[in-house]
């Protein structure tokens, strides 16, 4: 029977990419030189074809979200990302935020009785919030709520925090896990390749440490995300070279559970003047993850930062994953810029986005077991 991949072979022109759509319609791996001639050669319906047939493979009409809330220590932080429009540097925290352990258990309490499954911790590297905060932190919200997923800190966090500590990142994880921590947000990743990441992030941890801590996660059985902050000064090559690190790394422990490109925003950053990637190159990019990820079972919009109609329009070009931060206080996207300048949305919003464009919604816990079906 002919299937519309078989089509789009036939049809096209350029035998590499005929190549590359028969490697997909046989559930074979693409290479690194294939991934590169998908961004220099395809146009977005073919790649957005491709994505949406491993898509469909992989979930069917199933697209995820789940309901969560974020807390944010802190935005005081000691490092000095170029693009990051949040931070407020140590020497002027009074211009910035600090949350009390106490307060930060008061905003969990105000999600008492409803129907939450996460909470997602992420924030600056304060000097003063460490290990020793944190373990009190994840332990207070584990005895006031016990059922309560403890998704937090990036790897930037956790090096530092480790390093502080004098422990060693396998120390530090497993007394983290202990304290009631159980998994991982992708954060922190931004380009792995040195000659990018010493321009944009050159002081937090590097490439292979943000490798290394996610990799001993995986080995104590935690879970983990990706992500990978495209549209700036990187070239499609470091694109590449920062997903065959996370290819080879799931191949290796199968620990993460999505990944979640996010978009460069530029406002109120030091690279303002970079412009913003376009929409179509937004996709673009979801779906050449898609294909080229063939070991991650799901690819995530965050909505907070690409807009609610743009992560929808994502869903045609394999994305399976919409987030699901309901009435939040999330900064991180409307301090750069996103139009999402209050990041709420209730289910019943979330739900709707997703049957607009004839999905099903269903609701996932944090390791996507399902939990709902709308
Ligand atoms: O690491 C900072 C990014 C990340 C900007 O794992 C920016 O479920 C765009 O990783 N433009 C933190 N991006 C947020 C994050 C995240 C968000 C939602 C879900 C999950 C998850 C993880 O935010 C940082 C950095 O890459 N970021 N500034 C900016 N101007
Ligand atoms: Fe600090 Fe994270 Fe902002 Fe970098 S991106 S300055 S580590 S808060």
Same mark, same amino acid.
């Given at each position: 029977m002919t299937n519309s991949l078989d089509i789009i072979i036939n049809a096209t022109k350029n035998v590499l990419l005929a190549k590359i759509a028969q490697k997909v319609k046989d559930g074979i791996r693409i290479s690194d030189e294939d991934c590169l001639v998908l961004f220099e050669k395809a146009d977005l319906p073919f790649v957005g074809a491709l994505a949406n047939s491993i898509r469909e493979k992989l979930h069917g009409n199933k697209t995820y979200f789940n309901r969560n809330f974020h807390i944010e220590p802190t935005n005081?932080? *000691?490092?000095?990302?170029?693009?990051?429009? +949040?931070?407020?540097?140590?020497?002027? =925290?009074?211009?910035?935020?600090?949350?009390?352990?106490d307060q930060m258990l008061d905003i969990v309490k105000t999600y008492d009785g409803k129907p939450i499954t996460e909470v997602h911790i992420v924030g600056g *590297?304060?000097?003063?919030?460490?290990?020793? +905060?944190?373990?009190?932190?994840?332990? =207070?919200i584990h005895a006031h709520r016990p059922s309560l997923h403890v998704k937090g800190f990036t790897a930037v966090e956790l090096d530092y925090m480790f390093r502080k500590a004098k422990m060693t990142v396998e120390e530090g994880m497993l007394a983290l896990k202990n304290a009631g921590l159980q998994s991982l947000p992708g954060g922190g990743a931004e380009i792995f390749h040195e000659d990018i990441r010493k321009e944009i992030a050159a002081d937090k941890v590097t490439g292979e440490g943000w490798l290394h801590i996610h990799e001993t996660a995986h080995k104590l059985d935690m879970h983990t995300n990706a992500t990978m902050l495209y549209g700036h000064i990187e070239k499609y090559e470091h694109r590449i070279d920062h997903m065959n690190k996370l290819r080879n790394l799931q191949d290796k422990t199968k620990g993460f559970n999505t990944f979640i490109p996010l978009k460069f925003r530029n406002s109120n950053n030091d690279m303002s003047h970079i412009a913003e990637s376009t929409i179509t190159e937004d996709m673009r990019m979801y779906a050449i993850a898609r294909i080229y990820l063939d070991n991650f079972s799901h690819i995530k919009a965050y909505w907070p930062m690409l807009g609610r109609q743009n992560a929808q329009l994502s869903l045609s070009f394999g994305v399976n994953d919409i987030d699901g931060t309901i009435d939040d206080s999330t900064k991180i996207y409307s301090m750069a810029g996103s139009e999402e300048q209050s990041p709420t949305m209730t289910t019943e919003e979330l739900v709707m986005l997703i049957k607009q464009v004839k999905r099903t919604a269903v609701e996932r816990d944090t390791l996507y077991n399902e939990l709902n079906v709308f």
């Open positions: 005081v932080c *000691v490092f000095s990302c170029k693009f990051c429009s +949040y931070s407020k540097l140590y020497a002027h =925290k009074e211009e910035g935020w600090e949350l009390s352990i *590297v304060h000097p003063k919030m460490n290990m020793a +905060y944190f373990i009190e932190l994840i332990q =207070k």
